[in-house]
């Protein structure tokens, strides 16, 4: 599981152009889930001390050779920071090239849409929210505004994990003008439809946001203090507080913080069908729909299920998170 800060867009996952970052792409994604246990040991030191471990296994294992290879030649892809790469649940490879620690929280953009999505999914699980068939407009109540069109009463929680409610995008060209508005909520509720519900797939995040904010109202507790609770206590993560709108909801689906090493822990929590350290985050059936396509993206030519990308290498699915600047967690179930 590659973590990448730097501007690599997902298509190369596929077709990579670049040869150091198709082999790290080789290297390191291909290897997460294999079937082999190991034990791991360092080997050697990266360049300026910092260190490389690499697991020794047995044959049919991992290529030592290629991926110090791949690594070192990874090294000189001067927007590249951080990767770290995991089998069976077991870190092979880790490397910091430059930048921020191993265990140091970065800002990893919109793979808080994969984190909120996971949030809906335990949320599910404890009777929080009812299910993803579950409409939004009698959660929100009287946030939404009385200029939203009728319309907005057909969204549902499943609409805006697949980024399919039909409204006018809140990203991209219209981002600025949405965080600058006094209330989100009501902003991005007030958008006109610009698709059915359900209709094709618009990436927004103020459909994240909605989701965050149909968290805390259900809950009565801030996305913060559920991200604490529900993930970063099973998971072991440390998980800062992070931008909140004007009404004090936490931005849901960019500006969240987390560290390499924790960004490694939630592809754990997902390959291992929602289970870490042997505790239950959300139902193994949680992944299956979270990694089933529901939308394509425009963008990329990649599917979408709930906060995951979909993508294929050599004939197997990849599963990705991906935030602006290439903050990235790749997982391979597959691959052996």
């Known amino acids: 599981m590659p973590l990448l800060t730097a501007p690599v867009p997902p298509r190369p996952l596929a077709t990579p152009k670049n040869g150091a ?18 034990t791991a040991e360092a080997l050697k030191k990266a360049d300026g001390g910092v260190p490389v471990q690499i697991a020794a296994r047995p044959e049919g294992g991992v290529d030592e050779a ?12 001067p927007s590249l920071r951080t990767v770290i790469v995991a089998r069976d649940g077991e870190t092979v490879a880790e490397r910091r090239f430059r930048g921020p620690g191993l265990d140091t929280p970065v800002n990893v953009k919109s793979v808080a849409k994969t984190v909120i999505a996971a949030l809906v999914g335990a949320a599910i699980e404890r009777d929080v929210l009812k299910g993803v068939e579950q409409t939004i407009a009698p959660l929100l109540g009287d946030s939404i505004p009385t200029n939203a069109s ?18 006018e995008r809140t990203s991209g060209a219209n981002y600025g003008r949405w965080i600058q508005s006094r209330n989100w909520v009501a902003f991005a509720l007030s958008r006109p439809f610009v698709d059915e519900p359900g209709g094709r797939m618009l990436y ?23 991200a604490r609770d529900w993930l970063g206590d099973p998971l072991g993560i440390e998980i800062p507080a992070w931008e909140r709108d004007p009404q004090g909801i936490f931005l849901g689906g960019n500006n969240m913080a987390l560290s390499p090493r924790a960004l490694l822990r939630i592809g754990e929590l997902y390959r291992n069908g929602g289970v870490y350290d042997e505790e239950r985050v959300f139902p193994e059936s949680w992944v299956r729909d979270s990694w089933t396509p529901q939308g394509r993206s425009q963008h990329s030519g990649h599917d979408y299920g709930y906060g ?12 990705y998170a991906w935030g602006y600047g290439g903050q990235m967690i790749y997982v391979v179930p597959a691959w052996g």
């Open 308 to 319: 995951w990308f979909i993508a294929e290498m050599r004939g197997h699915p990849v599963y």
């Open 150 to 167: 009728p319309r907005v009463r057909d969204i549902t929680v499943e609409h805006l994990l697949a980024m399919r409610a039909g409204l």
């Open 66 to 77: 290629r991926l110090s290879q791949a690594l070192d030649e990874a090294a000189a892809f």
């Open 204 to 226: 927004s995040t103020g459909n994240s946001h909605l989701l965050s904010a149909l968290l805390t109202r259900s809950s009565g507790r801030s996305t913060l203090d559920l």
């Open 21 to 38: 970052c198709r082999r790290l792409f080789l290297a390191a994604a291909i290897l997460f889930a294999a079937s082999t246990p190991g």
